[in-house]
């Protein structure tokens, strides 16, 4: 079994940062690929940025040139850098985890940004 804990959302102004982070524990094999999901009101949950352990990237259309995801394998933490934030990145972030074919989440936190 695999526990993410999730810190770092709240409320920030149109054009502000934040930074999410995602600390794994558990059983954690060296081959696992990380990232964030995010769902806002109404809509169904989409893909924002996963990280492999070999540090290949992927971003959403949406997010590119703005968020930065990156990770640091000897704390099993996943980042996720939020720039030039906009009102219609609102939504609950979530961390994926992923690893021997076996889906793990974590409970999810909050990004309000504000007009």
């Known amino acids: 079994q695999v526990q993410l804990v999730e810190s770092g959302g709240g409320l920030v102004q149109a054009g502000g940062s934040l930074r999410l982070s995602c600390a794994a524990s558990?059983?954690?094999?060296?081959?696992?690929?990380m990232g964030w999901y995010r769902q806002a009101p109404g809509k169904e949950r989409e893909l924002v940025a996963t990280?492999?352990?070999?540090?290949?990237?992927t971003y959403a259309d949406s997010v590119k040139g703005r968020f930065t995801i990156s990770r640091d394998n000897a704390k099993n933490t996943v980042y996720l850098q939020m720039n030039s934030l906009k009102p219609e990145d609102t939504a609950v972030y979530y961390c994926?985890?992923?690893?021997?074919?076996?889906?793990?989440w974590g409970q999810g936190t909050q990004v309000t940004v504000s007009s």
């Open positions: 994926k985890f992923v690893q021997v074919y076996r889906n793990y």
């Open positions: 558990g059983s954690i094999f060296r081959i696992n690929t």
């Open positions: 990280i492999t352990g070999g540090d290949s990237i």
